[in-house]
C-alpha cells in the first residue's frame, strides 16, 4: 500500500493537463458489449478501475488492448454473462456490464453490490429499469440473474435520478425492440458523452442532457470510436488546489460549461478566473471567502467535489455550511481534516466549516476516492509534512495525481508502506 508524504504550505503555480473522465470512461468501456465488434476509446485515463474494467470485459471473453490513453476493445467473442463478485467488490460500476450483456445476448449475472464507504447504493432503480423491459430478475446466491427473449422498449420513469441507472437503461434500450423513454434521467455530462459515442455506432438516442431521454432500438450496432471527455472532478479538484494554496494554475482541457455551480461558489469565494489560449487561469490571493453549498444531481454542484471544497473552505475567513444530499456517509473526511487543525462541527448530512488561519500537517488516512482528493488539497496547504495512507483510492480516479502536483511546484513522495491493499 502506498502512501503520500506531502510538504504543504506553499502556493501550487504551473501548468496542469486534466484527463479523460474516469466517469466516462467506464460506461463507455461497459457500451462496448454490445456491439460485439472491435471499438475504440481515446483519452482513456490511466486509472485503476478502467484496470478494474478491463479485467471484467476480458473475464466476459472481450479482448482488451491497453496503450497509452487509448484502448482497443474487441466484443467479437465477449460471451460470458457473469460478472464475479471478486470484481464488483473491487469496483461497484461493474453493474454497467448488466444492461449491455443481457441487451446483447439475453442474460446476465452480476453480483450484488454491497454497500461501501460513502453509502449503501442500492441498484434497484437499475432493476426496475430492465424488468419494465421484460427482464426477469432473479435474486440469487449474493447474484442479480436478468433474463429476457429480447428487451423491449417501455415508459420508464425513474423514482430518484441515478447517473449509472440511466447509462445502463440507456445502453440496453439501445438494442431493445421498439421505443424506451426514461424520465427522471440524470442529466450527467458523461450520460452525453455516452449517447454520444452510442449514436455515433448507430443508435438512436435523443435528449441525453434532459431528464427525458428517448431511444428507439435498432437491430445491431456498429463500432464506437470515441474520445473520452475531459474529467470535470478532476478539473474542479485543480481548481480547489489552486484556492487552497493561494497559488495559480493553468489547467489546460478544462470544460468550464460542465463546471458552471463549481464555478460560479469558487468566483464567490473569490478566485479568479481567465481563459487564456494556454488554458484556464484560476488564482487566489487571500484566504477564500465563506460560501455554503448544498450537494445535488447535475447541473447542481457535484457531490465529488463536495469533499475537495470543505479542504478549501477550512481556510476561508468566516463560517460555511455544506450539506451531502446525494450519498448518507459522505463525511468521513471531517475527523481526518480536524486532524490537520481543521474546525468542522457535524450534524446527520451537514457540516458547518469554520475558517482557521492555517492547516499543520498531521498523519491522516484516506477513506475513499474523492475524500483522499480532499486530504491531498489540505495537506499542500498545511504547513509541515502530512502523511496520507491508503492513496490507493486516488489512485483510482486521478491519474498520475502526484507527479501533475509536483509539476506545478508541489513537494510530493510516494513511499509504500507495509500491508494488505484492499480496494472499495
Ligand atoms: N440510488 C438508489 N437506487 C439505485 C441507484 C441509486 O437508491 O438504483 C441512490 C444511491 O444510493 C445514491 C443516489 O441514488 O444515494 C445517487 O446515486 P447514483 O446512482 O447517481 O450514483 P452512481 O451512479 O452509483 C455515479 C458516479 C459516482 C458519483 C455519483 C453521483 C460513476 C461510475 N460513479 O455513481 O462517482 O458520486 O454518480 O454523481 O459514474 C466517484 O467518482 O468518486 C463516484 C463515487
Redesign the pocket.
Known sequence: MDKLIIEGGRPLVGRVRVSGA??AT??LMAACLLTGGRNRLRNVPNLRDVGTMAALLRELGAHVDERPGELTIDTARAEGDECPYELVKTM??SV?ALGPMVARSGRGRVSLPGGCA???????????GLEAMGCRIELEGGYVQARAKRLKGAEITF???????T?NIMMAATLAQGRTVLRNA?R?P?VVDLAQALNGAGARIEGAGDSIVTIDGVDGLGSIDHAVMPDR?EAGTFMMAAGVTRGELTIENAQMEHLTAVVAKLKEAGLRFQQTPKGLVVSARRAPRPVSVITG??PGF???LQAQFMALMTLCNGSAVIQET???NRLMHVPELRRLGAEIECGGNTAVVKGVRKLSGAPVMAT???ASACLVLAGLAAGGQTHISRVYHLDR?YERIDQKLINAGATVRRESEPGPGKAH
Not at 460513502?118 to 426496475?128: S, T, Y
Not at 423514482?159 to 441507472?165: E, F, W
Request: charged share 35%; no cysteine; aromatic share 4%.
Open positions: 474516469k466517469n467506464l460506461p461497484r460500476a454497467l460513502i453509502g449503501e447504493r442500492p441498484i434497484d432503480q437499475h432493476l426496475k423514482d430518484l435520478i441515478t447517473v449509472t441507472g447509462e440524470a450527467e458523461e472532478i444531481p447535475y457535484p457531490t465529488d446525494i450519498f448518507e475513499d476516492l474523492r480516479g
